[in-house]
């Protein structure tokens, strides 16, 4: 877009804005005059009527004549004659209805429609001496209406609403018809002095077109007028100047950046293998901060293949290494599907971790979901290895979340982007603990603490690592329960507040509930046995239902 036409988009709305709205004020301004005029002389010629017929009957009253039908006619007559002499136009109709609705007097035809005499009566109850607007004989109009006792009359004087508001549409179209003149004129004194201010600016935007394409820095813009555009012309050549001086040495600058790119491209197309995309962003952002650890919140999972001893003894090396590459291949992407960061391989286990070097809310869930992929995948995994006639792979995943030490760690020569951290152990003791526990994913309870209520859970045990004494629960998770399992699992659950409560009679019969629904469930048979164990032998004071394990 021009500098033209920016000066005119930018200028031209505050010129149009301000004559609408200097328009707009004066078309309020008067059309609120005369409407007030209107309306008043409307109410005027109303009570000028309603005093006439007050004369009228006072007259009636005076000579006793009230009760005569006659002379009360004769002064209905007199009022329809003085409705007639104070209408002003064709369109202006009096007309009077008595209580049933039906016109006793009219100052020319009023057809009046069965459904437009119901609305009148209707509206004439909550007129209160306001002007109000109702249908007669199918036409709009504005009705001014007052109630005439000693007739039981309601008068209404009325005017099409067109007529009524004449003069305020003629105003209307007057001040458009100026609107547009004057925007009309302001936009063709707009278009002159954009043009006036912008010819020089175009004429350097020419002679820099022309270098630009000839690449001949030579190229100069004549100098017009004495003003801001002089001045720009004149530093424009003094620029161009400077520039044919420094060209050779901007063409080597870019050629050296040209290189620069080019490596930092390849450096990061090789490492993007071994190291995480975000972390090498990071690096070229702040090579300096690549050495400083941090303490953060992470999620970490451990991955291990189970019998993988067994496995390896029984295949070709090559077949295991290519069994080895097809299942590390699915598992990563999962990891990585779901803003994961693959940390290592530890023979045939996977080490990862959510949380750095990019934090998100969901690393947690992220994390749990990424554990449940990754048992899925193995099932697309197994099918291939059967049709290979290769074994099948086994797997246990744990997964903990925690405060860990997290950094480049290592020396100079070489160095991993890693975690480190007691919350990094207990994640490979979950990994470990799902054999024991015969489950193919385990979570602790700091996770369960960011997952709950999302995904289905089952409390397992309170389980004292090797090496350390304070418990921790651990817990199986599902993407979602099928068949007896949802009944099972809210039972398992309640079991195990029994058990911890040391009702273990109660927890008993809840595990023996889950057996029924899930006869080969492992973890239902470990905890009946040791309920029915302590409810002979009851454990000691002070206990907290925490399973020390001896090995790792």
């Known amino acids: 877009m021009s500098i033209r036409s920016k000066i005119i988009l930018v200028v031209l709305p505050l010129i149009i804005v301000t004559l609408v709205l200097a328009g707009t004020a004066s078309y309020f301004a008067a059309a609120k ?22 004369n009228q009957w006072a007259l009636l009253v005076e000579n006793n004549y009230s009760g005569r039908p006659d002379m009360v006619q004769a002064a209905e007559n007199a009022v329809e004659v003085y409705a007639q002499s104070i209408i002003l136009s064709d369109t202006e109709l009096i007309f009077a209805l008595d209580g049933e609705g039906t016109v006793v ?11 437009e005499r119901a ?56 001040t458009l018809i100026m609107i547009g003149a004057a925007s009309a004129a302001a936009v063709l004194m707009l278009l002159l002095l954009a043009k006036l201010l912008t010819t020089p600016l175009g004429k350097v935007v020419k002679t820099m077109d022309r270098i630009i394409s000839s690449t001949d820095l030579s190229a100069r813009v004549e100098v017009e007028y004495r003003d801001e555009t002089g001045q720009l012309a ?11 001086k420094a060209y050779s040495q901007i063409k080597r600058y870019a050629f050296d950046a040209v290189l620069a790119r080019k490596k930092e491209q390849r450096i990061r197309q090789i490492f993007q293998k071994y190291v995480p995309k975000d972390l ?81 809310d969901d690393d947690a869930l992220q994390s749990v979901l990424s554990g449940l992929d990754m048992i899925d995948a193995l099932q697309g995994f197994n099918e291939a290895q059967r049709s290979l006639g290769k074994p099948e792979f086994r797997i246990g995943i744990g997964i903990n979340y925690g405060t860990v030490t997290v950094g480049n760690i290592g020396s100079e020569r070489k160095m991993d982007y890693t975690v480190i951290g007691d919350m990094v152990n207990l994640a490979s003791r979950m990994e470990g603990l799902t054999k024991p526990y015969h489950q193919e994913i385990l979570i602790s309870e700091t996770i369960y603490g960011e997952i709950k209520g999302t995904l289905p859970t089952r409390l397992l045990d309170t389980v004292a690592v090797k090496g350390k004494t304070r418990g921790v629960k651990i817990y199986t998770v599902k993407r979602s329960l099928a068949g007896n399992e949802e009944r099972a699992w809210a039972l398992h659950n309640g079991g195990m507040e029994a058990y911890y409560r040391r009702s273990f009679g109660e927890a008993a019969a809840k595990f023996q ?40």
Not at 37 to 48: L, V
Not at 107 to 115: G, R
Not at 142 to 171: G, H, M
Not at 234 to 244: G, K, P, R, S, V
Request: hydrophobic share 45%; with cysteine; charged share 25%.
């Open 234 to 244: 004149h530093t424009f050549n003094l620029m161009i100047a400077e520039l044919e």
């Open 33 to 54: 005059g005369i409407t007030r005029i209107t309306q008043q002389f409307f109410s005027f010629k109303a009570n000028e009527l309603q005093k006439y017929a007050e």
């Open 280 to 360: 090498i962003d990071k690096f070229f952002a702040a090579p300096e901060s690549m050495l400083v650890g941090d303490n953060r919140v992470l999620a970490i999972l451990f991955s291990d293949i189970r019998s993988f001893t067994t496995i390896s003894e029984g295949m070709p090396p090559d077949d295991l290494v290519n069994s080895l590459n097809r299942y590390f291949s699915g598992q990563v992407d999962i990891i990585m599907n779901r803003n994961g960061i693959v940390d290592k391989y530890i023979g045939d286990a996977i080490m990862a971790f959510w949380g750095a070097p990019v934090k998100h």
């Open 513 to 552: 509930e889950v057996l029924a629904l899930l006869p080969e469930d492992f973890i239902a048979k470990v905890l009946l046995f040791r309920c029915k164990n302590y409810a002979l032998t009851p454990p000691p004071e002070g206990w907290d239902g925490v399973e020390v394990m001896k090995t790792k």
């Open 119 to 174: 609305a009148l009566l209707g509206l004439l109850e909550d007129a209160e001496d306001d002007l109000f607007n109702a249908a007669i004989g199918g036409t709009e109009r504005v009705i001014r209406a007052f109630y005439f006792t000693p007739f039981q009359w309601w008068v209404l004087l009325t005017e099409e609403t067109t007529a009524f508001y004449r003069d305020v549409d003629s105003i209307t179209f007057q």
């Open 105 to 115: 007097m009219a100052t020319s035809e009023a057809a009046i429609s069965a459904d």
